[in-house]
Structures are given as C-alpha cells and as structure tokens.
C-alpha cells in the first residue's frame, strides 16, 4: 500500500470555500488502475487556519506515479486554479508513504 497526501493550510473562515471546491470537483482517480480510496480530512485549527489534507491510498507507488503522469491527473487538476488563491496560506505540501506493517 502506498499513500499520497497534501496538506493546505486554508484561512480561517474559508473551510466552506475549500470543502465545497472539492466536493465539485472530478477527480478521475476511479479512472486509474491501482487506485484504491480517497479522504478529503479536516486537521487541527490554529488563529490563523484550518488543515486539511487530501488522502488518497493506492495499491504500490508505482500506481500513484502512473496517476500523475495520465490524462486522468491532467483532467483532474485541470480547474485547481480556479479555487480562490487568498484562501491558502501557502501551496499544498505533499507527502508521501509506503506502508511497511
């Protein structure tokens, strides 16, 4: 199993803004093989912004690295900047994991 993760922080008082971007989107991700689930989580707040972050689960990485180079990614991130920018505090960090137990 392998898991791909981006963390926003999103300005306090925008989380409906951020949450409802997601909930229109397409992501396309049934789409590719190797796909296995996604989670959009809300973190912990600080005076200044909310967390959240985007999970997606996937069979091996060599899935996820076949998802960011389809069209499927293209199509999917194809509106990302349409989200208004003065939401973010920042660009999305990405992290990523491979499960060893």
């Keep these: ?6 963390r926003f922080k999103i300005a ?3 989380e409906d803004t951020f949450v409802a971007h997601w909930r229109a989107r397409e ?5 590719v093989p190797g796909f296995v689930r ?6 912990p707040q600080t005076e ?3 967390l959240f972050a985007s999970h997606t689960e996937w069979e091996s990485e060599a899935a996820f ?12 991130h194809a509106n990302a900047g349409k989200t208004p920018r003065h939401i973010y505090l920042g ?3 990405l992290e ?4 060893v137990l």
């Design 1 to 6: 199993m392998f898991l791909a993760m981006n």
């Design 96 to 99: 990523l994991f491979e499960s």
């Design 48 to 50: 200044e912004y909310t």
């Design 27 to 31: 992501s396309y991700l049934n789409e």
């Design 91 to 93: 660009p999305p960090q």
């Design 65 to 76: 690295a076949a998802w960011t180079e389809s069209e499927a990614f293209r199509k999917a």
């Design 38 to 43: 996604f989670h959009l989580l809300k973190g």
């Design 12 to 14: 306090r008082g925008h």
